[in-house]
Nanobody, 127 residues
Framework: QVRLVESGGGLVQAGGSLRLSCTASEGTFRSYTMGWFRQAPGKEREFVAGISWSGSSTYYADSVKGRFTISRDNAKNTVYLQMNSLKPEDTAVYYC????????????????????WGQGTQVTVSS
């Protein structure tokens, strides 16, 4: 069982930046595709960004493309989400997730395809 722990959320003004981190408890993290999702009150959990096990492939939701960047450091068992030019509509609880299909370059966008989840971190963007 892989444990994922997110950090880095907080309150920021519109136009500001935050960097989220997600650290995994095991080295098997290195073989997993990782994703970031978010869920706003009253809304379904939605895909934000994903990255393949090697970091060579990334994929973004249209709503964050050009503003958010996902990256990973396998030596530190950590995936990051750099969020720039934040908007009030980015306000949500952000979750990292692991797809335990080892060494694949496919990046799922459906939350059901991810086996492990963090507890979430709140991001609030004020206008």
């Amino acid at each position: 069982q892989v444990r994922l722990v997110e950090s880095g959320g907080g309150l920021v003004q519109a136009g500001g930046s935050l960097r989220l981190s997600c650290t995994a408890s095991e080295g098997t993290f290195r073989s997993y595709t990782m994703g970031w999702f978010r869920q706003a009150p009253g809304k379904e959990r939605e895909f934000v960004a994903g990255i393949s096990w090697s970091g060579s492939s990334t994929y973004y939701a249209d709503s964050v493309k050009g503003r958010f960047t996902i990256s990973r450091d396998n030596a530190k068992n950590t995936v990051y989400l750099q969020m720039n030019s934040l908007k009030p509509e980015d306000t949500a609880v952000y979750y990292c997730a692991a797809d335990a299909s080892h060494y694949t370059f496919r990046i799922p966008t459906m939350f059901r395809e991810y086996e492990y989840w963090g507890q979430g971190t709140q991001v609030t963007v004020s206008s």
